[in-house]
């Protein structure tokens, strides 16, 4: 678990061959430093909206705006969360759409499933935090080392990194079911919704 977005930055650029920085700028003026702060933050958004990562979700009850939306498909809109980076779903069940930072369906108050944005990278899974560290190396390389065949390597660590975050995580998603056998608790709950 990371304890501060300049240990996940630092990962990313060790791993580039460059110095660690000791802050973000202004304490840390360096163009390691630089550049780690101009990224971090939206490839970390990037990587968390990859995947339905258990750390990243959280639920939030919402009443409809009192403006009925445009499209007369829909009775109701909701305002999204400002952390809301990905909708992952609602609840009760119904159809529903994403339009800009509105979601529209038809039911007067519902309770949203989202990713949320991470500010507190103590909040991090370890793997996600690895992902996230490779996405930062992979975004930097071509300015940092500046060779092609090392910037493939970089992709090639980050696809990996994600690879295992999804599977470390869909792992913490996993029950034994009253019957004995294992199933997946996503899986579960949309079977339970679709009824």
């Excluded at 791993?15 to 700028?25: D, K, N, R």
């Excluded at 163009?31 to 490839?43: H, I, N, R, S, W």
Aim: glycine share 4%; aromatic share 6%.
């Amino acid at each position: 678990m990371a304890t501060s977005w300049v240990e996940v930055c630092n990962l990313a650029l060790t791993a580039l061959g460059s110095q660690p920085i000791t802050a973000f700028p202004p304490t840390d003026d360096s163009q390691a430093a630089k550049l780690a702060q101009a990224c971090y933050q939206m490839l970390a958004d990037e990587v968390l909206s990859a995947a339905d990562f258990a750390c990243a979700e959280t639920r939030q009850a919402l009443n409809a705006d009192t403006t009925a939306p445009e499209d007369p498909e829909w009775t109701y809109q909701f305002q999204l969360p400002i952390d809301c980076l990905h909708v992952r779903g609602v609840s009760p069940a119904t159809d529903y759409v994403r339009s800009g930072n509105m979601l529209l369906c038809n039911e007067v108050s519902i309770t949203l499933v989202y990713t949320r944005k991470l500010t507190d990278p103590t909040l991090l899974d370890s793997h996600v935090g690895s992902a996230i560290a490779a996405r930062i190396a992979m975004h930097l390389a071509p300015k940092i080392v500046q060779k092609m065949d090392f910037t493939r390597m970089m992709i090639a660590a980050y696809d990996r990194a994600l690879l295992e975050a999804r599977m470390a995580d869909a792992k913490g998603k996993r029950k034994v079911s009253g019957s004995g056998r294992t199933a997946n608790v996503l899986l579960d709950q949309r079977v339970e919704e679709i009824g």
